[in-house]
C-alpha cells in the first residue's frame, strides 16, 4: 500500500483543503503535526520539505510537494474517485479563479482580520482590533457577493459538480462564520448560505473538523 503524508496542522484552513480532497477521493493518508510557531520556527526537518516554513506540504511514495493548489491537483490526477476538476475548459477556469479570489482577497479579510480578532482574540484575552475588523468588513463584502455571483444558480461554486474551489473555500468559511459579521453576511446571502449548508453536511467536514485553536 502506498504512503501517503499530509505535512501541517489540523487548524490550518490549507491543510483541511488537502485532506478534504482526500477524503472525497477516498484516499487513505496520515496527517503528520508540525507546529510552525514553536520557539526557533518551524523544525529543520520540515523547512527541508518546505523552505518557506508555510503548511501544508505532503508526500507520496517519496514524491514531495507543498503548496496547497498543486497538491489538491495532483492529489485528484493521481488517484481514482470522484473528478474533482471540470473536463470543460471554462468551467475549469471559473474553478482556477475562484480559488485565486480565495487566496488573494478572502484568506486574510475572513480569517486574519475578521475571525482571529473576533473569536481568538478574546479567548486568548486580548481586545479585538475594531479597526481592523471594520476596514475588512467592505472588502469581506466584496468576496462574499463575487462568490455569490460567480456561482449563480448552480449548487456548487463553479458549476453542478463539487469541485477544488469548494474544497478550498469550505475551511476559510467554517472560521468566517465564527464571528457575528461573518454569520450575518451569509445569511443576507441565500444562494451562499445554501451552498454552505450542503457543504457543512458532507462527511469530509466532519472528518476534518479541527477543535479550536490559533489559525496559520
Not at 487548524?11 to 520557539?39: G, H, M, N, W
Not at 517519496?62 to 497538491?71: D, M, R
Not at 454569520?183 to 479550536?212: D, I, K, N, V, Y
Amino acid at each position: 500500500m502506498s504512503q501517503l503524508i499530509v505535512f501541517g496542522a489540523a487548524y490550518s484552513v490549507y491543510v483541511r483543503a488537502v485532506r478534504l480532497t482526500l477524503v472525497e477521493k477516498q484516499v487513505a493518508y496520515r496527517l503528520q503535526e508540525v507546529d510552525i510557531f514553536a520557539p526557533g520556527g518551524p523544525p529543520a526537518d520540515y523547512l527541508a520539505r518546505q523552505p518557506f516554513g508555510r503548511i501544508p506540504a505532503f508526500e507520496h511514495d517519496g514524491f514531495t510537494l507543498y503548496e496547497t493548489t498543486a497538491i489538491t491537483r495532483y492529489v485528484d490526477e493521481a488517484f481514482d474517485g470522484p473528478r474533482l476538476q471540470p473536463e470543460d475548459a471554462m468551467q475549469r477556469a471559473r474553478m482556477n479563479q475562484i480559488i485565486g479570489i480565495l487566496d488573494s482577497y478572502a484568506y486574510r479579510t475572513l480569517i486574519w482580520d475578521i475571525y482571529v480578532e473576533r473569536v481568538d482574540a478574546p479567548r486568548e484575552g486580548r481586545a479585538a482590533d475594531e479597526t481592523k475588523i471594520a476596514a475588512a468588513l467592505p472588502r469581506a463584502r466584496i468576496c462574499l457577493d463575487e462568490l455569490t455571483r460567480l456561482k449563480g444558480q448552480a449548487p456548487f461554486l463553479a458549476g453542478d459538480a463539487l469541485t477544488l474551489a469548494d474544497l478550498h473555500a469550505a475551511p476559510m468559511f467554517a472560521y468566517f462564520l465564527a464571528a457575528p459579521e461573518g454569520a450575518a453576511m451569509l445569511a443576507e446571502r441565500p444562494a451562499l448560505a445554501g451552498w454552505w449548508r450542503r457543504m457543512a453536511a458532507r462527511p469530509g467536514m466532519t472528518a476534518t473538523r479541527p477543535s479550536l485553536n490559533s489559525i496559520a
